[in-house]
């Protein structure tokens, strides 16, 4: 049987909408980006199109890849310019633990979604802009039944999202916030996606979208945006970072993103460990935390080295590190679980991956849009020298980092994940689990997942029957064991386009995923 490709994502209705585009004859870079649009049906606190974001794309013709930038701008004026600034924090309950993020008028960073999707769309597409919005505006206006993950991570948000009334009435249906198995209906979204595609994406935006940006989060309003800062926004194509792992090609952005290097420089150390080794679990997990916890301390003291191969030196300190005490290294905040990400290959091997998104929101939307404003500059793991230290008008840097990889022998997968400083870590083991364990792409993303950092050792231990307690004396500082799969480990959505031709995936049960292949 002949197929059309394959889509993996952050929900049932996201799957869909990208299906239904390869099925109506649709390329990745379609499929993709009218996914993108219609995100906000099945995981509506997730992200919106006023956040940012990162696309790498392969074509399959040339075998080039190239990243698309889209991810937000931190604004001209700067937080102390503004003695009328809204920001302030709000509290959200992990369960176990607390964490404050920062919304308000003035937590909004220069958004770039809009204009990235639609010049990818334009630069790779096949579609016009109307047809790849159709599904997405279908489902936006008869509605998308709300998972029990996606209600789950709307809950963790509702502080947020019920503050402000105008925002409260988009979250709540009839008079109860949203949970799980609710009809969740977006159709101001709809409506303006109907406007852009008809009036032409740039024209609209700059009309009707920027003025009414500039209305509600701009100075007089306690934000921080101003004309200038869409203005000089762009939307950024450039080469990928080539990396070589195992039997593999790999392919992510590179700086000013932080993920990619990161997870380069993990491969790099990983690279001599064998599929043999990490058959040993107490190895595999001493070899991961050695990889994160030299990466962390390279990232800390010169980033710069993370684009580049590990020195000897830093190998030697790998191999002494997995076999001894492990060490504490300095940690950005976790972040929240506010990130989606989208992968699709079509028939053809284009492939294209994106992750998005816009931090846990603002509390604020852009006027009757149905689109929710970022709190990109209320996000401490995007700004580790503190709030207000964002470099003006300059891209913030980002975890994100969407993936493609080509074995040798012709294996194309394209693989991402939300969930901030795990993005890294989790991608990393993803691909451990495909190209040194060679694992098949539902075994590799339901495989248990650990993190490291800063002396703290989090582990999925679901597999266990010491529920854990053999890896305890692994960590410095505090052990933390997950017994059931869980959303702080990310949510990696996969396809794989084998040597054949035939398709593969899974969207990641941690999140509420969804894999699905178009015939």
């Not at 999707?117 to 998308?144: H, N, T």
């Not at 988009?170 to 101001?188: E, H, M, N, R, W």
């Not at 009309?207 to 989060?217: H, M, N, T």
């Not at 993803?430 to 694992?439: A, K």
């Amino acid at each position: 049987m002949a197929y059309s490709g394959a889509i993996a994502a952050g929900s049932i209705p996201t799957a869909e909408i990208g299906a239904e585009i390869l099925k109506n004859g649709g390329n990745a870079i379609d499929a993709l980006v009218g996914a993108c649009f219609g995100v906000a049906a099945g995981e509506p606190s997730v992200t919106s199109l006023a956040g940012g974001g990162m696309l790498v794309y392969r074509n399959s013709d040339s075998g080039q890849a190239q990243v698309c930038d889209f991810f937000a701008n931190a604004p001209h004026l700067a937080q102390s310019a503004n003695p009328a600034l809204e920001f302030y924090g709000v509290e959200l309950n992990y369960g176990p633990t607390t964490q404050t993020f920062h919304i308000g008028a003035g937590s909004a960073a220069t958004p770039g979604v809009i204009p990235g999707l639609c010049k990818a769309l334009e630069r790779w597409g096949s579609m016009p802009l109307s047809e790849v919005i159709k599904p997405a505006c279908r489902v936006l206006r008869e509605g998308a039944i709300l998972g029990p993950k996606q209600a789950a991570i709307a809950e963790f948000l509702e502080p947020i999202l019920t503050e402000h009334p105008q925002v409260a009435k988009l979250f709540t249906i009839q008079g109860k916030y949203l949970v799980g198995g609710s009809l969740f209906k977006l159709p101001a979204l709809a409506d303006t996606l109907e406007a852009m595609a008809l009036e032409g994406w740039s024209r609209y935006y700059k009309g009707a979208l920027v003025p009414e940006i500039l209305k509600r989060f701009g100075p007089d309003s306690g934000g921080l945006l101003t004309a200038r800062d869409f203005e000089t926004y762009a939307v950024n194509f450039s080469q990928p970072l080539s990396l070589r792992y195992s039997n593999a090609s790999v392919f992510c952005p590179g700086p000013p993103a932080a993920g990619g290097p990161m997870i380069g420089y993990m491969l790099g150390l990983l690279s001599n460990t064998s599929a043999k080794s990490f058959q040993d679990e107490e190895t595999r997990v001493r070899s991961m935390c050695a990889a994160m916890a030299l990466t962390d301390k390279v990232r800390h003291e010169n980033p710069t080295a993370l684009v580049a191969e590990p020195t000897m030196d830093a190998k030697t300190s790998f191999e002494f590190i997995r076999k001894s005490a492990l060490p504490q290294v300095p940690s950005t905040d976790a972040g929240p679980p506010s990130t989606t990400h989208i992968s699709v290959i079509d028939a053809q091997g284009n492939a294209a991956a994106a992750t998005f998104s816009h931090g846990e929101s603002n509390g604020r939307a852009v006027g009757d849009s149905g689109i929710m404003m970022n709190n990109l500059l209320g996000e401490a793991d995007l700004l580790p020298g503190g709030f207000g230290t964002a470099p003006t008008g300059l891209r913030l840097s980002t975890m994100m980092t969407p993936t493609i990889a080509l074995t040798d022998d012709g294996a194309l997968y394209a693989l991402g994940t939300g969930g901030a400083n795990r993005i890294r870590t989790s991608i990393t083991q993803v691909l451990c689990n495909l190209l040194t364990q060679g694992l098949d792409p539902v075994a590799a993303v339901n495989a248990p997942r650990m993190h490291f950092e800063n002396g703290t050792l989090n582990a999925e231990v679901f597999h266990r029957e010491d529920e854990g307690k053999g890896l305890e004396a692994l960590a410095p500082a505090q052990w933390v064991p997950f017994q059931t799969p869980n959303l702080y480990f990310g949510g990696i959505n996969l396809v794989e386009r084998g040597p054949e031709g035939a398709f593969n995936g899974l969207g990641d049960a941690r999140r509420g995923g969804s894999f699905i292949v178009v015939d």
